[in-house]
């Protein structure tokens, strides 16, 4: 039996120490003729994307060896193997490691990140091929001396160097790519970060001669940002799509063929049950990172029953937080989920760091990108899904884990309080109200406009009363409207985040400023409801509640 590497991302590592490998270089043929200059694959954690993008760089890479991939399928394509194996100049980079507690922090990061690469290269310094200025510029890259628009460039002048140099144009690999994006959000420099990543991308990646194709993996299709905007032949493939299904992840086939070659196949039914149910495009799937741990732990110990092993691997806190908003319908679904029941609900593969919060109904979205949930059938195309829980593996963490946070949710004050004080007229116990419970829920400062109106939806949601968000009234869009029917009445709230804590009053005037000059009271006016408006603005763990009264 082979030796199993567990947690080993480098397929040279892979390879040279002869251990065990499930075979998906027909990744790179499929890739090949799939014609994407730019290619972006989004997938769960520990489904083997590193690993992927490091069997492509040893597999295109100039100098490397191709005794790497003897006995491998993509071997048997002779005619492609000698076109492409090796013939390439390669720049492959991980940014799972650039995060720091301020942007300031994070760039500095990026500078020795790119300082590293760069010695990895330094043969370019003695190329009579390369110019003095790209020299220069190399130069004060890996020496620490590098102003920030060469630091946003380097790419560029990366590709640019080896391009000249081996006249061949290069591949750039760029793995866990919206890692920084998801650190700089939790430390609150989320618009900085976006900011320099959509150059330092939009420079190396849109119409760039010296590049011959690059792919791209993450966890989260980031789109609206405009970090890919204006790129050519850009294609996006998700979890939903079915041409490269098979190749992140493991397939039945494959985890069956595990389990013989390690004499488990008597568990199949058992791994089946707590590690299978994943469907990317149609194709049934497996997570390789709780295959592979499990079966080293049966070599030393057969008797081992399955366990978590995928839970640990990465952070669940947008999902805590998403809980701590989470409605009642919301909780009621997740309890139906556990039961092994399927639900209907909202899913977009297009989410953005900066909207995670604009909703509650953004908790399937998570779930579904994160590996928490899967669809129940093939993608519906639509805005609806099917959903399920995988497996015992994540039915186990819904129960051990999510359960808590509802419960701790659930402790809060009761929601119907928030309403009463609105309809009341008593802005004073709302601001109390509301202070109370970001005093003992939110953990992080400065989420942003979208967050604050997401608390306060979800509050509100909570009530007996309907709840409109983000709908069109008057003249544009008012942020939160709560109705309430019987007795002819409707709330309006215009929601507003200071930066600092003295300008908490003036933003509410110039949230009930906005209403009134919006119109946003007009449509329930004419129906003859009164209208009562607030102005709420929230800084930190802090809110400031301001009554402009009936209308």
Request: hydrophobic share 40%.
């Amino acid at each position: 039996m082979k030796r199993l590497l567990v947690g080993c991302e480098d397929f040279e590592e892979l390879r040279r120490k002869d251990c065990y490998y499930v075979d998906k270089t027909n990744f790179i043929k499929e890739l090949i003729g799939s014609h994407g200059k730019v290619t972006l694959f989004t997938r769960p954690r520990r489904f083997g994307k590193t690993l992927t993008m490091s069997m492509l760089k040893h597999f295109f890479g100039i100098g490397s060896d191709p005794s790497l991939f003897e006995g491998l399928n993509i071997s048997r394509e002779k005619e492609l193997c000698a076109e492409h194996q090796g013939k390439y100049p390669v720049v492959f980079i991980t940014m799972k490691n650039i995060e720091g507690i301020r942007f300031e922090k994070a760039l500095a990061e990026v500078s020795i990140f790119l300082s590293d690469l760069y010695q990895n290269f330094t043969f370019l310094l003695d190329s009579e091929k390369v110019n003095p200025v790209d020299k220069k510029r190399f130069y004060d890259i890996m020496n620490l001396e590098a102003s920030e628009e060469d630091l946003g460039s380097a790419l560029v002048i990366l590709l640019r160097m080896l391009h000249v140099h081996y006249g061949k144009k290069a591949i750039l690999l760029i793995d866990e790519y919206d890692v920084p994006l998801d650190k700089a959000y939790h430390a609150g420099y989320y618009e900085e970060m976006a900011a320099w990543i959509r150059g330092f991308f939009g420079k190396a990646l849109k119409t760039n001669n010296d590049l011959e194709f690059a792919v791209l993996t993450g966890c989260l299709r980031v789109s609206k940002e405009s970090i890919f905007t204006g790129l050519n032949n850009f294609k996006i493939d998700t979890i939903s799509n079915e041409d490269f299904a098979p190749y992140f992840g493991f397939t039945d086939a494959e985890v069956r063929q595990i389990l013989n070659d390690y004499h488990a196949e008597s568990l199949y039914e058992e791994v089946k049950e707590w590690y299978d149910g994943y469907r990317f495009g149609g194709e049934e799937m497996y997570c390789p990172w709780d295959i592979i741990n499990y079966i080293d732990l049966l070599r030393n110990h057969p008797d081992t029953r399955p366990r978590l092993f995928w839970i640990n691997t990465s952070s669940n806190s947008i999902i805590r937080e998403l809980i701590d908003i989470a409605d009642d319908d919301i909780k009621e679904n997740i309890e139906a989920l556990i039961q092994g029941e399927s639900i209907q609900a909202p899913v977009s593969e297009n989410l953005t760091y900066h909207e995670l919060r604009s909703s509650p109904d953004n908790l399937w979205s998570i779930l579904y990108l994160t590996g928490y949930l899967t669809l129940a059938e093939k993608s519906s195309g639509t805005l609806m899904e099917e959903l399920v829980i995988p497996n015992k593996e994540i039915r186990t963490v819904f129960v051990e884990q999510i359960q808590k946070w509802m419960k701790e949710s659930l402790c809060m004050p009761n929601r119907d309080e928030a309403a009463k004080y609105l309809f009341d007229r008593q802005p004073e116990k709302l601001q109390e109200f509301l202070n109370n419970i970001l005093s003992e829920t939110i953990s992080y400062f400065d989420y942003g406009e979208d967050f604050y109106h997401a608390f306060l939806a979800g509050i509100l949601a909570g009530s007996r009363h309907r709840v409109e968000s983000n709908r069109e009234h008057g003249l544009g869009r008012s942020d939160l409207v709560i109705h309430a029917r019987r007795i002819k009445t409707a709330v309006i709230i215009e929601v507003k985040h200071a930066k600092k804590y003295q300008e908490m009053e003036k933003l509410c005037e110039k949230g009930l400023a906005q209403i009134e000059d919006k119109n946003y009271a007009e449509p329930f006016i004419m129906r003859g409801w009164q209208v009562i408006t607030y102005g709420i603005a929230f800084f930190e763990k802090e809110c400031l509640v301001k009554l402009a009264g009936p209308q």
